[in-house]
């Protein structure tokens, strides 16, 4: 059973371009997650989704940033019109449906962006 | 709101000693908590977790945590250290309401091991 993929795993981007990060779930997973770890400020939540939905976007920056779990294909987290304090590692969790107990988050490798 | 403390941020021990890392929650209800390591460049495994049940629960690689409600804390240990459990470590407290989706991490420890 594959774990949660990340891709790509490195990612450069200039100022003002626009990134796009992709997860794909472990097999059976429905729920997304992505956290956010800067330099000095350790891991942060950023979104929770389901298939089509957001649940919790309460860590996301109110500008520039949006996620989507689409019925069919990967999750993608996207960040418009970058900045240099952008650069960050990226990480996805998922975790299978069921009872609140059972939804243990399983990380991916995380995308490294770095904003030039 | 819920937090987690890890009061040191760097640890150093020889290989072959006993290791406890710390760790204090800050969490309303009965907490769901967790603890992944992280090596360089890498993302997060698990350790371990706690749900509920036996207080002293068991991991992979060795490690076991304990939960302590009086104290608000999970501290992880291991017996005996290799060298190849040098990396960081995160303790992570559920939040959210609805159990285990939305952790809060601690600032992470990292562990270093002599030889």
């Known amino acids: 059973n594959a774990g949660v993929m990340q891709n790509p795993r490195h990612l450069v981007r200039r100022r003002g371009q626009e990134a796009r990060l992709r997860c794909s779930p472990m097999?059976?997973?429905?729920?997304v997650y992505w956290y956010r770890q800067l330099p000095e400020e350790g891991l942060k939540f950023m979104v929770y989704l389901q298939k089509e939905n957001i649940i919790d976007e309460s860590g996301m920056p109110k500008e520039r940033f949006s996620a989507e779990f689409p019925k069919e294909g990967p999750s993608i987290l996207r960040i418009q019109q970058v900045v240099r304090g952008d650069s960050a590692a990226y990480f996805c969790?998922?975790?299978?449906?069921?009872?609140?107990?059972?939804?243990?988050?399983?990380f991916g490798p995380g995308t490294r962006l770095t904003v030039l | 709101a819920q937090s987690v403390t890890q009061p040191d941020i760097h640890i150093t021990v020889s290989e072959g000693a006993s290791l406890e890392l710390r760790c204090n929650y800050s969490y309303g209800a009965t907490p769901y908590l967790f603890w992944y390591v992280q090596s360089p460049g890498q993302g997060l495994q698990l350790l371990l977790k706690?749900?509920?049940?036996?207080?002293l629960v068991q991991g992979i690689k060795g490690f076991e945590a304990e939960f302590k409600r009086s104290q608000s804390s999970f501290n992880l240990r291991k017996p005996s250290v290799h060298w190849s459990d040098a990396a960081e470590y995160f303790c992570a407290v559920g939040a959210g309401g609805q159990g285990a989706q939305k952790l809060v991490f601690g600032q992470g420890t990292r562990l270093t091991i002599n030889p």
């Open positions: 097999k059976g997973h429905s729920h």
């Open positions: 969790a998922s975790s299978p449906p069921g009872l609140a107990g059972n939804r243990v988050p399983y």
């Open positions: 706690y749900f509920s049940g036996d207080t």
